[in-house]
């Protein structure tokens, strides 16, 4: 089972919001989608959910289209929650969970699991007006989930949950991935997709601007951040050429360069100035890459 997007594009209103997306996700593997505000994710997942018809390609689950009757092989969290307020956790569950084709004791037991899974046991017979926010996703998320379905697609899970809830929500997700649910996700949260991914794309502007093996993408890129102390001014480092950036520290900074061929020059050149007490080149982190390839800006 592999989820395969072949050339797929968008267009609202003579602009092209997905312009030119392939990928491919293996059974079991999470996926990690970026970009900045606009670059056209949502739309990505709508059309992988079937939930809205490509202008060009396709996005298929198993070989074949997302559609109403293959409801129960796909989760999805959206990114603008959907949940009833008025509802108790138990009442919307049921609701949600026999539109994917459960039963009401089944569902009944799965959401009990999953309550005490995420400590909330109490929450059960509660209206969701009266969860605070990072308690409503957990619900949401349950609701994405109960029905353990195949393909499992996250809007920004992670979104407004405190440090101790993203991590629990995190544990779950890998969880699912380890029992065989393939998972795509999207994130603002770089060091989430670092920490989960192997693999990812990253949108501009609807279009590919980087994609393939985290890890390799790393390896490979050119630029690299370079951590440096030592007891002198350091503001010169800004003027050599292949700096790309440069952050003062208190007795040090943290420099961006082309190559690793501008970190050897920049190790020589403090060298004859005098003593370095660190200096340690290392690859960008996914946020440098981001930065980098999407510029911190939004695509709206
Ligand atoms: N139904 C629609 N009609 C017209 N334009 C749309 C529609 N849906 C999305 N767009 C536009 O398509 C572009 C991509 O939007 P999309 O929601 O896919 O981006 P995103 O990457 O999910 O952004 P965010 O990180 O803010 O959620 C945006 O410019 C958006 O305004």
């Known amino acids: 089972m592999t989820l395969e997007i072949n050339g797929i594009k968008k267009k609202f209103d003579e602009q092209y919001a997905v312009n030119g997306i392939s990928l491919k996700v293996e059974k079991g593997k999470m996926f990690g989608m970026l970009g900045a505000n606009g670059?056209?994710?949502?739309?990505?997942?709508?059309?992988?959910?079937?939930?809205?018809?490509?202008?060009?390609?396709?996005?298929?689950?198993?070989?074949?289209?997302m559609s109403y009757q293959r409801t129960r092989l796909v989760g999805y969290l959206p990114e603008e929650r959907g949940l009833f307020p008025k509802l108790t956790v138990k009442e919307q569950l049921i609701y949600l969970m026999k539109l994917k084709g459960m039963k009401t004791p089944e569902i009944v037991k799965e959401m009990r699991i999953w309550l005490d899974r995420f400590q909330v046991p109490e929450y059960e017979n509660k209206k969701l007006e009266e969860l605070s926010k990072g308690?409503?996703?957990?619900?949401?998320?349950?609701?994405?989930?109960?029905?353990?379905?195949?393909?499992?697609?996250?809007?920004?899970?992670?979104?407004?949950?405190?440090?101790?809830?993203?991590d629990m929500l995190k544990k779950a997700v890998l969880d699912l991935q380890r029992q065989g649910t393939t998972i795509v996700f999207s994130s603002h949260q770089m060091s989430n997709v670092e920490e989960m991914c192997e693999d990812l794309i990253m949108l501009k502007r609807g279009r590919p601007v980087l994609q393939g093996n985290l890890r390799e993408i790393k390896?490979?890129?050119?630029?690299?951040?370079i951590s440096i102390r030592a007891d002198y001014e350091l503001d010169f480092l800004e003027t050599i050429q292949g700096v790309l950036s440069f952050?003062?520290?208190?007795?040090?900074?943290?420099?961006?360069?082309?190559?690793?061929?501008?970190?050897?020059?920049?190790?020589?050149?403090?060298?004859?100035?005098?003593?370095?007490?660190k200096f340690e080149i290392e690859e960008p982190t996914l946020h440098d890459i981001f930065i980098d390839k999407v510029g911190g800006e939004t695509d709206e």
């Open 135 to 166: 308690n409503q996703q957990k619900i949401q998320f349950m609701a994405s989930i109960l029905h353990r379905p195949e393909l499992l697609i996250l809007d920004e899970p992670f979104s407004g949950l405190d440090p101790v809830n993203s």
């Open 39 to 65: 670059a056209g994710k949502t739309t990505t997942f709508r059309m992988i959910l079937g939930l809205l018809d490509p202008t060009e390609g396709s996005a298929l689950w198993d070989g074949e289209r």
């Open 219 to 225: 390896r490979s890129y050119g630029m690299k951040r």
């Open 247 to 277: 952050e003062k520290g208190r007795d040090g900074g943290l420099l961006h360069v082309e190559n690793e061929e501008v970190g050897e020059t920049i190790f020589h050149t403090l060298a004859e100035k005098g003593f370095v007490r």
